[in-house]
């Protein structure tokens, strides 16, 4: 079933406390679509560069059954640019730089193909962006994820929460729940963003897994230990798109099957962070995604027989 995502493509520049790397391409719309390509081969992808971007890596894109027609390429413009630096602990980061350039201007235009597209997802972009893409659906999609970040919280508060009204799903990390709610408890988060619109609230704890909240259903996934971890950047892309990408493969969306997708979603992202950008996504198959999912399942899986359980 189709799947589109509205994000950015962007360059980046890494710095870890293992090395540093060159300007190689990121962006979340490409990470996003990335991840879903191992679960649906119909994906459209709504963005914008700038001519200094590389078009064998569009091409690139495409190859994986990824529509490109909604990337607009504006005459002169100049790819959106980002430049972060891990701390020690390689679970925060600072900014250093952050051109937006032609994402400044972004005015996204849903390809006609996409517009009763079943799944959408909203990649980190500014709340009217963002919602922008929802208004040209003809056919309110059956499943509208979003992401955000606490930049949006401190600039466009008032737009972040028109857009989680019309959302079903919230992605979103635990700092940035607490933000967002003034909670603590990240049980509490997630009811008071339940109260803003979304009937699903999704947790990300970084190297300590994800929280699924779901109609008074609680689930909680581990992240796959790892021995390390490289670069971080796009984790948090690759979880959506992983989960996006599994869910819209399925018949359904109930709790069962989104248990699964964040599974899915803990899968892919266990190997993008084993190398710099979308290095490590690039050289993975399907079948090493399946093997990761069910490590996962094996690492919290136990037997309760004789303890009450059914
Ligand atoms: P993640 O590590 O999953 O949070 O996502 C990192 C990606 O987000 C990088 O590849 C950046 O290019 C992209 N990114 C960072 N800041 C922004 C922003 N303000 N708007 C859109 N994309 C961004």
């Not at 018949?251 to 892919?268: M, N, R, T």
């Amino acid at each position: 079933m189709q799947l589109l995502t509205v994000g950015s493509v962007a360059f980046d520049a890494i710095e870890t406390p293992f090395g540093k790397s060159d300007k190689i391409v990121g962006g979340a719309g490409t990470y996003i679509t990335l991840a879903a390509s191992f679960f649906n081969q119909n994906q459209g992808l709504v963005s914008v560069v700038g001519e200094d971007f590389p078009k064998e890596v569009l091409e690139k894109i495409h190859s994986r059954g990824i529509d490109i027609s909604g990337i607009q390429i504006p005459e002169g413009g100049k790819t959106f640019f980002w430049v972060g630096r891990y701390h020690n602990d390689m679970n925060s980061r600072d900014t250093l730089v952050t051109e937006l350039n032609v994402l400044g201007t972004f005015d996204p235009v849903v390809p006609v193909q996409f517009k009763n597209a079943p799944f959408l997802m909203l990649g980190n972009l500014s709340p009217d962006v963002q919602r922008k893409v929802v208004d040209q659906m003809e056919q309110r999609p059956r499943l509208i994820a979003m992401d955000t970040m606490n930049f949006w919280m401190d600039i466009a508060l008032e737009e972040l929460h028109k857009t989680l009204k019309v959302v079903d799903l919230l992605i979103i990390n635990d700092e940035e729940a607490r933000q967002l709610t003034h909670q603590y408890s990240l049980k509490t988060a997630a009811a008071k963003i339940m109260e803003l619109g979304p009937k699903s609230v999704i947790i990300k704890k970084g190297e300590h897994g994800a929280l699924l909240f779901h109609g008074g259903q609680i689930f909680s996934a581990p992240a796959l230990p790892l021995e390390e971890v490289f670069d971080p950047t796009g984790a948090g892309d690759s979880f959506a798109g992983g989960l996006m990408g599994y869910l819209s493969s399925q018949e359904e969306v109930s709790f069962d099957s989104l248990k699964k997708a964040v599974i899915a979603g803990s899968a892919v992202a266990s190997f993008c962070v084993e190398k710099f950008g979308t290095q490590r996504l690039e050289e993975i198959t399907r079948n090493d995604i399946a093997e990761r999912m069910s490590m996962l399942h094996q690492l919290s899986h136990f037997e309760l027989t004789g303890y009450g359980a059914a």
